[in-house]
């Protein structure tokens, strides 16, 4: 099973700054990673796929990047709406697994 | 509107068994495949399972396999889990989530999602 490991747990930061989450994967999962973010008692929502593409609806603000094993999230310029938790998802051999996720918390 | 709703939760011995479903509407539910995620109280997701779009294959994630069963109705645009043998690690709140890709080009994305049904396994 591939695991995924995300860092950091928690994130601290203020709005108007820049987040950068990162996801590592035990093995090569090529591009084939997605980004979801979660609010407290919500449903996940798809943000970014294939490691770069953004969602139906996402905001530019919103990018990933990475291939492989090391994959990032950045969101620019953080609005209050986006303190949330973030999971990436990998998919692969007929199986998915997410990392753990981690929290971006209002600073 | 587009949408997913889960039905079916509630609490249930270990060993039991439960169904729950999910309704969709607003978009060609036959057209594309369907999952189940899971997220324990407190915890992160865990995929359940997968259906093509016309049923003909199915997955299932380790932890769930041989004990739950995914089926749907594409004439009901309905999509059921069959939980059989349930344990306390079963406890969490299903979603019900529709893959990013149409038809045969399924993706292993869950793109639209339902507010979920909370499945409690107590003794």
């Known amino acids: 099973e591939i695991v995924l490991t995300q860092s950091p747990a928690t994130l601290s930061l203020s709005p108007g700054e820049r987040a950068t989450l990162s996801c590592r994967a035990s093995?090569?999962?090529?591009?084939?990673l997605a980004w979801y973010q979660q609010k407290p008692g919500q449903a996940p929502r798809l943000l970014i796929y294939d490691a770069s593409n953004r969602a139906t609806g996402i905001p530019a603000r919103f990018s990933g990047s990475g291939s492989g094993t090391d994959f990032t999230l950045t969101i620019s310029n953080l609005e209050p709406e986006d303190f949330a938790v973030y999971y990436c998802q990998q998919r692969s051999n007929w199986q998915n697994t997410f990392g753990q996720g981690a929290k971006l918390e209002i600073k | 509107q587009v949408q997913l709703g889960e039905s079916g939760g509630g609490v249930v011995q270990p060993g039991r068994s439960l169904r729950v479903s999910c309704a969709a509407s607003?978009?060609?539910?036959?057209?594309?495949?369907m999952h189940w995620v899971r997220q324990a109280p407190g915890k992160g997701l865990e995929w359940v399972a997968v259906?093509?779009?016309?049923?003909?294959?199915?997955y299932y994630g380790d932890s769930v396999k041989g004990r739950f069963t995914i089926s749907r109705d594409n004439s009901e645009n309905t999509l059921h889990l069959q939980m059989n043998s349930l344990r306390v690690e079963d406890t969490a709140v299903y979603y019900c989530?529709?893959?990013?890709?149409?038809?045969?080009?399924?993706?292993?994305?869950?793109?639209?999602w339902g507010r979920g049904t909370l499945v409690t396994v107590s003794p």
């Open positions: 989530a529709s893959d990013r890709g149409y038809s045969s080009s399924w993706t292993w994305y869950f793109d639209l």
């Open positions: 607003g978009f060609t539910f036959s057209s594309y495949a």
């Open positions: 259906i093509s779009y016309d049923g003909g294959k199915k």
């Open positions: 093995q090569s999962v090529g591009n084939y």
